[in-house]
RNA sequence: GGCCUUGUGGUCAAGCGGCUAAGACGGAGCCCUCUCAAGGCUCAAUCCCGGGUUCGAUUCCCGGCAAGGUCACCA
């Protein structure tokens, strides 16, 4: 059979790129040693989840770490799922989260090993599958989805493996003469690759993440040129990452199955293998049993999930390292005024099997890393939120910097020897200081002592305040009226005989807690009373005392 | 079903032949205290099962079992 002429008439391209063309224009890079070059190569077909985001988080470490070169290239192969937008909405999710490319899909720079986007790469793919076609590697398969269906219910009936492959691979014996028929006969063909591969031979393969694992030789003729002339995921990536010179493949471990294929591909191709890492899948409790995360049911599993809800997006990055890491927790203790950049980073430590989704984990990280912030950087964050995610009063509120800044500085605790840790992401952190503002100040009183001794509690305070007072001469006026009605002024009596009381002093300050904030719950009362003014302050009180007549 | 991967407290996990099996989150309790938060202290809870190798297995080997992944002209 004249293979050249073949080619030929299968790939009829005249314009292509030699194979030595594209060597001399996508030359080895010219890193330090030990630099990685890595890469995120999602498909434009929506958005970015936090599956991409911790994958993406392990490339951009690996190549940051080492001096290398974290790269997007946009796997559009793909037409029917395209999605506008996608790619841009890509770069500012990432971008969010802190983590930058240095070169790729619609990053400036040095854009040396592009084009980017593989619709725009298809020259280069062609040429390569015409030198397999020509040197018997490939074949042009004329079978049909129907075809292709049946062979596989019969391989299913009888329990056989699944594919093209053996004798089930009905186009790989075809006779010249019938190729040139069904060819003529304007019949749409795919070219699969002629696999070398024998599936009882088993290889140990050292994955850079999951260690030493085992691989089985392939031995299915998959498809490496679509009817459209659009290369596979497989023969792109083989491709893709040679030139692009990728030395460490990071990407699900939904790959792992495909990595024989990939394999076989390198070799035939005549490149040398870059080395692989196969993260483990961030899975969910779901009914009792684990599942991977799934776009249509897990909000959690969405990146706007984490805007919308205000998450610190270093804290976000910070969980997904402790998982990422196994060891990062441990050092991130040790060293709290360190940043995760500054974390030596290791492909051998990272998480193996799966990991799972703990919203109670990130918020007790989101609640640290919230701790570091001052009043303003704090005002700011929770700013940026309220202008995107927040109600009209929301806006209001921030309008008003210094005061809130002064709520800020309580509610956070900034400046005490303790920060307080209330504040969890931006959505909650609002809520939280709402009852500072009369328009969002809506109590449902819910006083647990008796009426009576309450409003004497709440009338009596109300005398005798001062906003001018500090802590202490607060809490002596409060337990001053506290005894004035009845409540008694100091625990040791209260528990001698608690009967003889309305109440403890807590429950004296409850009282006014909760008339001033709505809520049995909340931070220094004296400085609240501070921050509110005089006047609002004992307003409140005089309409809590009211609703008790 | 075939193949691959993984099985340490509720969750994430160190340990990988030998002290009473780290730590974190979550849970319970105590202390502190005007409440809450934070902080400090304490507690409960784990080596999937069965064989084997060994003086000794969580750790090594074999077999089960379970979970997950994957078996497209999708990536």
Same mark, same amino acid.
């Given at each position: ?35 990685? *070059?890595?890469? =995120?190569? /999602? ?46 909405? *890509? ?62 219910? *019969? ?12 004798? %089930?691979?009905?186009?790989?014996? =075809? ?24 599936? $009882?031979?088993? +290889? ?32 792109? +990536?083989?491709?893709?990452? +040679? ?11 939904? &790959?792992? $199955? ?14 040398? =293998? ?24 897990? /909000?959690? #599993?969405?990146?706007?999930? %984490?805007?919308?809800?205000?998450? %610190? /997006?270093?804290?976000?990055?910070? %969980? #997904?390292?402790? !998982? ?6 441990? &050092? ?49 964050? #929770?700013?940026? &939120? ?10 209001? +509120? ?75 001469? &607060? ?28 109440? $403890? ?22 400085? !609240? ?21």
């Amino acid at each position: 059979m004249d293979l050249k002429k073949l080619a030929s008439r299968l790939i009829p391209d005249e314009d292509l790129p030699s194979l030595a063309d594209c060597e001399r224009a996508y030359p080895p890079r010219d890193l330090p040693e030990g630099a990685e *070059v890595t890469r =995120l190569a /999602p498909s434009p077909t929506g958005f970015i989840h936090l599956g991409n985001l911790y994958s993406a988080l392990a490339d951009e470490r690996a190549a940051h770490t080492t001096g290398g070169v974290f790269y997007l290239r946009i796997e559009d192969t793909d037409e029917k799922r395209k999605v506008e937008g996608a790619v841009e909405s *890509v770069i500012r999710s990432l971008d969010y989260f802190g983590l930058r490319f240095d070169e790729g899909a619609e990053i400036d720079g040095e854009n040396a090993y592009g084009p980017y986007y593989q619709r725009r790469r298809a020259q280069i793919y062609r040429a390569f599958a015409k030198d397999l076609l020509e040197r018997g590697l490939a074949y042009p398969c004329f079978c049909t989805e129907d075809e292709l269906n049946e062979t596989r219910r *019969v391989q299913t009936e009888n329990k056989e493996i699944t594919g093209y492959y053996g004798k %089930y691979a009905k186009c790989r014996g =075809l006779s010249e003469e019938q190729i040139y028929k069904n060819l003529d006969a304007g019949m749409p063909f795919v070219i699969r690759l002629k696999s070398q591969g024998d599936v $009882s031979v088993k +290889h140990s393969f050292r994955d850079a993440i999951k260690g030493s694992i085992t691989v089985t030789e392939n031995d299915q003729d998959v498809v490496i040129l679509k009817s459209d002339g659009i290369p596979t995921y497989h023969f792109a +990536h083989a491709i893709d990452d +040679h030139f692009m010179r990728t030395t460490l493949v990071i990407r699900g471990e939904e &790959w792992l $199955s495909s990595l024989p294929i990939h394999i076989e591909l390198f070799k035939v191709l005549g490149f040398p =293998l870059p080395r692989y890492g196969h993260t483990c899948s961030l899975m969910k409790v779901d009914g009792g049993t684990k599942r991977k995360l799934s776009k249509r049911k897990d /909000p959690e #599993l969405s990146l706007d999930f %984490y805007r919308a809800a205000g998450y %610190y /997006p270093a804290a976000v990055i910070k %969980y #997904l390292m402790t !998982i990422l890491n196994s060891n990062f927790e441990e &050092w991130s203790a040790k060293n709290p005024e360190k940043d995760y950049t500054q974390f030596p980073f290791s492909g051998t430590t990272m998480c193996k099997s799966v990991a799972l989704c703990d919203l109670d984990k990130l918020n007790d990280v989101s609640r640290d890393e919230l701790a570091k912030l001052s009043p303003e950087e704090t005002y700011v964050f #929770l700013r940026t &939120w309220a202008d995107e995610f927040g109600t009209d009063a929301d806006k209001k +509120h921030f309008a008003d910097k210094d005061y809130m800044i002064s709520v800020l500085a309580l509610v956070t605790g900034a400046g005490q020897k303790k920060r307080r840790k209330d504040i969890v992401r931006a959505e909650q952190g609002v809520r939280l200081v709402d009852y500072f503002f009369d328009d969002t100040f809506a109590p449902e009183y819910d006083f647990r002592s008796e009426k009576q001794a309450v409003r004497a509690m709440l009338t009596g305070f109300a005398a005798i305040y001062d906003a001018n007072d500090g802590n202490a001469e &607060w809490f002596e006026k409060l337990k001053l009226a506290a005894g004035k009605a009845g409540f008694a002024t100091d625990n040791a009596s209260y528990k001698a005989s608690p009967e003889s009381f309305s109440g $403890s002093v807590s429950d004296a300050a409850e009282a006014v807690r909760i008339a001033v904030t709505g809520s049995p719950n909340s931070p220094d009362l004296c400085t !609240i009373m501070r921050i509110l003014g005089a006047e609002r302050s004992l307003a409140r009180m005089a309409r809590a005392a009211e609703s008790l007549q």
